[in-house]
């Protein structure tokens, strides 16, 4: 099991980066799917978050996202 984790900054605030909390992805999803849906989620959360893109995404693991 997969989860996807997006790093978004902000449009408005100038170099303000962040990592959102990570999309939890079906069970039977491996990490081909998990970079199919990091498209699809990811345009999701843009259309709801105009003033912000994303600069990265990341595929891992379930339960294993921690901020540093």
């Not at 997006?6 to 449009?11: E, H």
Request: proline share 4%; net charge negative.
């Amino acid at each position: 099991m997969f989860e996807l984790v997006l790093t978004v900054c902000s449009i408005v605030v100038g170099a303000s980066c962040r990592e959102e909390h990570p999309i939890q992805l079906n069970e039977n999803v491996d990490l081909r799917g998990c970079m199919i849906a990091s498209q699809i989620e990811g345009a999701k959360w843009v259309e709801a978050h105009p003033n912000h893109y994303i600069a990265k995404y990341t595929c891992q693991p379930a339960r294993t996202f921690s901020r540093a």
